[in-house]
T-cell receptor, first 115, second 115 residues
Framework: DTGVSQDPRHKITKRGQNVTFRCDPI?????LYWYRQTLGQGPEFLTY????????KSRLLSDRFSAERPKGSFSTLEIQRTEQGDSAMYLC?????????????FGPGTRLLVL | AQSVAQPEDQVNVAEGNPLTVKCTYS??????LFWYVQYPNRGLQFLLK??????LVKGSYGFEAEFNKSQTSFHLKKPSALVSDSALYFC?????????????FGKGTTLSVSS
């Protein structure tokens, strides 16, 4: 079963450092999403790619955040100059389709702790 | 604006009893509705979705949900709860018409099934 995979699963960093997370979607899924989940909350949308094009960005995605999907396959999410408020679970999801009714399948997440 | 409310932070039920996890939504158009389950330190697993058609939707692990347009609700149900159903459950919505692909999640409801 080749579901959505994320790496690393856990990351501890010091405030001010840069971190990068990777997401490998389900093979042939053209859509890829990043969400952030903090304790006691549901996931919140960060950004969305259709193939290699980043088509939507949430206002939650500050200038310190950047995401790429260079060849329309895997994606990376980079956070520069991390802050303690960035501590959260970062979830990646993928889907196949062109309409909004398709199901998003989620990876296991990367848990970030900023000290 | 789209929103989802899960009015109960926690639902407690005895094994073998029926369970209901409540969800209400607000969208400007017609909704696509989803239920996901999250186990500790894991990503979200898809349970079921409502797109159109029959108001009663059947999903994984014996779960079902009923779409009620007049009450703008999409409650998750199961006739007989199992201890292994204990987890965090999220309801999510997308608007069919409003632009954007993001899922809007509720805050989640913790289901605790006692033996």
């Amino acid at each position: 079963d080749t579901g959505v995979s994320q790496d690393p699963r856990h990351k501890i960093t010091k405030r001010g450092q840069n971190v990068t997370f990777r997401c490998d979607p389900i093979s042939e899924h053209n859509r890829l999403y990043w969400y952030r989940q903090t304790l006691g909350q549901g996931p919140e949308f960060l950004t969305y790619f259709q193939n290699e094009a980043q088509l939507e960005k949430s206002r939650l995605l500050s200038d310190r955040f950047s995401a790429e999907r260079p060849k329309g396959s895997f994606s990376t999410l980079e956070i520069q100059r991390t802050e303690q408020g960035d501590s959260a679970m970062y979830l990646c999801a993928s889907s196949l389709g062109r309409r909004n009714q398709e199901t998003q399948y989620f990876g296991p997440g990367t848990r970030l702790l900023v000290l | 604006a789209q929103s989802v409310a899960q009015p109960e932070d926690q639902v407690n039920v005895a094994e073998g009893n029926p369970l209901t996890v409540k969800c209400t939504y607000s969208v400007s158009g017609n909704p696509y509705l989803f239920w996901y389950v999250q186990y500790p330190n894991r990503g979200l697993q898809f349970l079921l979705k409502y797109i159109t058609g029959d108001n009663l939707v059947k999903g994984s692990y014996g779960f079902e949900a009923e779409f009620n347009k007049s009450q703008t609700s999409f409650h998750l149900k199961k006739p007989s709860a199992l201890v292994s159903d204990s987890a965090l459950y999220f309801c999510a919505v997308r608007d069919m018409i409003e632009a954007g692909t993001a899922l809007i999640f509720g805050k989640g409801t913790t289901l605790s099934v006692s033996s």
